[in-house]
């Protein structure tokens, strides 16, 4: 079974540019959720989708956004991008939140660096 | 409320000793504790998760301590060994989410 797919491992961009990073959860996953780490403030929730519906938002501004398409995978954007957005941008993908006991799996990210 | 506390931030334990991260939380509606290791350039792992409703999980050399009144949850990792070297986090959240409140991770590093 292949696990989650994050696309591209590896991005740099400059202030003000917009960013599009891309993940497909594992085959029949129906949840996302996107995190960013970074050193100084760890692992950080952006985002969390299930059957295209935001189900819950991580305290980040407007800039980033995010969806989800019928076939689970998910897109986040951040547009006008700052210096302090390079991190390490996690996917992570889930069964479904309705059942108890299932685990999140990450992939293993995509390291934005904004120049 | 929203935190999660995680200590020590940095851990060194010799090859076959017992590695132990403990981790402490306020918000008394988490109900899920996941724990997870990273290696250097990849995506956390899960390791081990536990429930409120027992006090101990074991998997291998992975064990999960749990005090629901103390609210607090610790891994012991069991005759360490050096590639176990990688930095761990402990993570919480409510049953129907997958928001995930996660400890600032604590670096682990078992010598030869």
């Known amino acids: 079974k292949a696990g989650v797919t994050q696309t591209p491992r590896y991005l740099i961009k400059t202030r003000g540019q917009q960013v599009t990073l891309s993940c497909s959860p594992i085959?029949?996953?129906?949840?996302v959720s996107w995190y960013q780490q970074t050193p100084g403030q760890g692992l950080q929730f952006l985002f969390e989708y299930f059957s295209e519906t935001q189900r819950n938002k991580g305290n980040f501004p407007g800039r980033f956004s995010g969806r989800q398409f019928s076939n689970s995978r998910s897109e986040m954007n951040v547009s006008t991008l700052e210096l302090g957005d390079s991190a390490l941008y996690l996917c992570a993908s889930s069964l479904d939140p309705g059942y108890v006991g299932t685990e999140a799996f990450f992939g293993q990210g995509t390291r934005l660096t904004v120049v | 409320q929203q935190q999660v506390k995680q200590s020590p931030q940095s851990l060194i334990v010799q090859k076959g000793g017992i590695s132990i991260i403990n981790c402490a939380y306020e918000?008394?509606?988490?109900?899920?504790f996941p724990w997870y290791q990273q290696f250097p350039g990849k995506g956390p792992a899960l390791l081990i998760a536990?429930?409120?409703?027992?006090s101990e999980k074991k998997e291998g050399r992975f064990t999960i301590s749990f005090n629901k009144s103390a609210k607090q949850f610790s891994l012991h990792i069991m005759d360490s060994q050096p590639g176990d070297s990688a930095t761990y986090f402990c993570a919480a959240s409510t049953s129907g989410t997958y928001k995930y409140i996660f400890g600032t991770g604590t670096r682990l590093k078992v010598l030869a």
């Open positions: 918000n008394t509606a988490f109900d899920y």
């Open positions: 536990i429930r409120p409703d027992v």
């Open positions: 085959s029949g996953h129906r949840s």
